[in-house]
């Protein structure tokens, strides 16, 4: 079963940067589009950011110019770079794959942005 596996959350003050890493096992990486999500209290989960196995990238428009997601697929590992950031980016991030049908998500690494 593919394993997700979040990091570099943390809290942050306004106009700080952080980068989260998604490193991902048991699949073929390198084949697969990422995705990172975010979901704010009392807030659906919305998407943030993807990236296609041949590295063509897509952002929401609340990110976009602010966020930059890349992959590095020998590490098996997909990254969010996270600049300029705003309170209103506070949340758990997740790292989300589509595979034969299914999807799979990482447990989830917070992000809280605050003076």
């Known amino acids: 079963q593919v394993q997700l596996v979040e990091s570099g959350g943390g809290l942050v003050q306004p106009g700080g940067s952080l980068r989260l890493s998604c490193t991902a096992s048991?699949?073929?990486?390198?084949?697969?589009?990422m995705n990172w999500y975010r979901q704010a209290p009392g807030k659906q989960r919305e998407l943030v950011a993807v990236?296609?196995?041949?590295?063509?990238?897509n952002y929401a428009d609340s990110v976009k110019g602010r966020f930059t997601i890349s992959r590095n697929n020998a590490k098996k590992t997909v990254y969010l770079q996270m600049n300029s950031l705003k309170p209103e980016d506070t949340a758990v991030y997740y790292c989300?794959?589509?595979?034969?049908?299914?999807?799979?998500w990482g447990q989830g690494t917070q992000v809280s942005v605050s003076s």
């Open positions: 990236i296609s196995s041949n590295g063509a990238t």
């Open positions: 989300n794959t589509m595979v034969e049908g299914t999807d799979y």
């Open positions: 048991r699949i073929i990486f390198s084949i697969y589009g």
